[in-house]
């Protein structure tokens, strides 16, 4: 065993068995749950007083340990934060040597964490991982609340994902200006992998923002057809609903788009399902012009005699106020199914 003495106190404060300390490195890491310091702020220096820097190989069965305290200097936080920046893992572990605060932050609360998560990979796991490993705050969150799960989600870092996740990362954190989720982030971009990663760690699929969005809401708005499909498939509410009473059904109505009104209706979505002003989905398709979705709609048992809340129209009536005679004549007399 490598018995590793406090160099003020002269006791022993911790005991690791030799295989595993044969490195400084190695050595430090497998301290840091039993000191309860991080690697960066240990300080390993052999019996003549000697500093064994961490690449070295241990040559003695007593080292002795000092603690470093945390340097929280504005100077080194922002030579931090520019090395993130830079994408120099080989600055940052440097600095975070020399015990530079991690969580160190400028004036809009952005810390050397969220700049790392958003760099291109591999150099921003590199960064990320020695910022976790030197405890930085996997949770917090800058100016407007994004923290930088956030961050990685929204440049499509799947591996940096994994790496805040295993850390501790929040799955279903708001962000602060209308309450998305890292889930609704990736949901926006089309970033179907991370989706994946984030559902398969236990995102809450229904997470609505300020408006009632969901992040399937989200998915639906921008056409992400794979990203529908993975929500539906680990259970995603179809029937969500925004604060104009619109579902993921009603806005893909809306958009025109008959891929993804076919995979929510064929989910079992409410066709039948009005926004406040009591327009249904098929009320929408009939009056865009949308023949493939009245279909569709249809054949799941949509309602063409429901009418509207303030008009009193019903999908036939819309259809033939906007002139779309091929609907309106289906509408008539749709054929049985």
Known sequence: MISVVSAVSGSVVAEVPQEVGKEVRA??????????????????????????????????TSPQIIFLPLCSSDVEGKRLLLACQNESGAKVEELLCQAVN????????????????????????????LLLEAAAMADQAHHVGETPLHLAVAAGHAEVIRLLLESGASLNAPEWVDGQTP?????????????????????????????????????VQRGHVDIVRALIKHGASLDETTMRGAT??????????????????????????????????????????HIQIVRSLL??????????????????????????VVIASFLKDPPEA
């Open 27 to 60: 050595l430090k890491k497998a301290l840091a749950p039993q000191v309860g310091y991080t690697r960066f702020r240990q300080k390993i220096v052999d019996e003549a007083g000697n500093e064994l820097f961490d690449d070295a190989v241990l040559d003695c």
């Open 183 to 219: 889930l609704h982030y990736a949901s926006w971009r089309g970033h179907a992998e991370c989706v994946q990663v984030l559902l398969e760690a236990g995102a809450y699929k229904d997470a609505a923002t300020t408006g009632g969005k969901t992040p399937l809401y989200f998915a």
């Open 248 to 289: 993921a059904l009603h806005e893909a109505v809306s958009r025109g788009n008959d891929e993804l009104a076919c995979c929510l209706v064929q989910a079992q979505s409410d066709v039948n399902k009005a926004r406040r002003d009591g327009l249904t989905a098929l009320h929408l398709a009939a009056s865009d012009g």
């Open 102 to 129: 991690p969580n160190l932050s400028n004036t809009e609360g952005w810390t050397p964490l969220h700049w790392s998560v958003q760099r291109s990979a591999p150099e921003s796991l590199e960064c990320t991982s």
């Open 299 to 324: 054949k799941f048992k949509a309602d063409r005699h429901k009418t509207t809340l303030h008009t009193d129209r019903t999908p036939l009536q819309l259809a033939q106020r906007q002139g779309h």
